[in-house]
């Protein structure tokens, strides 16, 4: 299994919305409406932000949104703030887990 | 509140068996999937498997079979043995417990811990 396509890096301005997305295949992303999203700081773990494509656990700002179009699935973030400066991971259920690469979101 | 805390050596030698331990407070490790994830340092994130509390597991196939992980509901707390380590295990290793329905997304995680493979 290999790992979900992430671009490295996407950078935007305070206030903006910014998309990064994540590619699989007919056997993951495709296949199941159980892709995930997931913020980290720098020596921090990882933090949900989104699950079952679209839902956002209590407490998770809805300037965060995630979709799903065939075999990819986006995360939005708008009103880009200087505290959304970290990795962000997708990852679908394939019968097993996979994680994309991860993207790194620069605050310009 | 939820809270895991992994523990077990830093330091494991080559062909030896990785042991780690996580403890869950704040909430019963039964009826919940419970899942180790590894991160090499400057990398992505690596799912290793996961354990029901029932005993059930499912492992990363891409592991080739060196992974076990069990649950003791008495002491609340999951491990994760990983045999013939090499370098490429080295990682920060976390606990985190998946969630309903199919224990695919994890919330809340461990802090981590670093394990070095190296003689």
């Known amino acids: 299994q290999s790992a979900l396509t992430q671009p490295a890096s996407v950078s935007g301005s305070p206030g903006q919305a910014i998309t990064i997305s994540c590619t699989g295949t007919s056997s993951d992303i495709g296949a199941y409406n159980y892709v995930s999203w997931y913020q980290q700081h720098p020596g921090k773990a990882p933090k949900v932000l989104i699950y079952d494509v679209s839902s956002r656990p209590s407490g998770i700002s809805n300037r965060f949104s995630g979709s799903k179009s065939g075999n990819t699935a986006s995360l939005t973030i708008s009103g880009l703030q200087a505290e959304d400066e970290a990795y962000y991971y997708c990852?679908?259920?394939?019968?097993?887990?996979?994680f994309g690469g991860g993207t790194k979101l620069t605050v310009l | 509140q939820v809270q895991l805390q992994e523990s077990g050596p830093g330091l494991v030698k080559p062909s030896e068996t990785l042991s780690l331990t996580c403890t869950v407070s704040?909430?019963?490790?039964?009826?919940?999937?419970w899942s180790w994830i590894r991160q090499p340092p400057g990398k992505g994130l690596e799912w290793i498997g996961q354990i029901y509390y029932g005993g059930s597991t499912v492992y990363n196939p891409s592991l080739n079979g060196r992974v076990t992980i069990s649950v003791d509901t008495s002491k609340s707390l999951f491990s994760l043995n990983l045999n013939s380590v090499t370098a490429a295990d080295t990682a920060v290793y976390y606990c985190a417990r998946g969630n309903w329905p199919l224990g695919d997304w994890f919330d809340p995680w461990g802090q981590g811990t670093l394990v070095t493979v190296s003689s």
């Open positions: 990852s679908s259920y394939t019968g097993t887990v996979i």
């Open positions: 704040g909430a019963s490790i039964t009826n919940n999937y």
